[in-house]
Nanobody, 117 residues
Framework: QVRLVESGGGLVQSGGSLRLSCAAF????????MNWYRQAPGKERELVAG????????SFADFVKGRFTVSRDDAKNTAYLQMNNLKPEDTAVYYC??????????WGQGTQVTVSS
């Protein structure tokens, strides 16, 4: 069964750090772009960061540049989002997405990140 399972969310104080993990099951992520999205209450889901398969090229939304990093371990079939210097406005449900140009597109169930001021 194909699925993505996020973990690592929680409650943290402003300025703190969290590391989210996204474990893939039922398929190999090595040819997929692994993306992280987030959705805050009452807002649209937005792209936070992504890392390509193969060359590992990364990209980030302006609002997290310099604070978040994204990585992947294809041997463990897992992607990661390291979040540093968290702000209250980073509070959201964070979703992992695996995307391939051939049309495969998988989503995790999300993990809640709450940043207190």
């Amino acid at each position: 069964q194909v699925r993505l399972v996020e973990s690592g969310g929680g409650l943290v104080q402003s300025g703190g750090s969290l590391r989210l993990s996204c474990a893939a099951f039922g398929f190999a992520i090595d040819t997929y772009r692994m993306n992280w999205y987030r959705q805050a209450p009452g807002k649209e889901r937005e792209l936070v960061a992504g890392i390509a398969g193969g060359d590992g090229f990364t990209s980030f939304a302006d609002f997290v540049k310099g604070r978040f990093t994204v990585s992947r371990d294809d041997a463990k079939n897992t992607a990661y989002l390291q979040m540093n210097n968290l702000k209250p406005e980073d509070t959201a449900v964070y979703y992992c997405n695996a995307f391939a140009l051939r049309g495969s597109d998988y989503w995790g169930q999300g993990t809640q990140v709450t940043v207190s001021s």
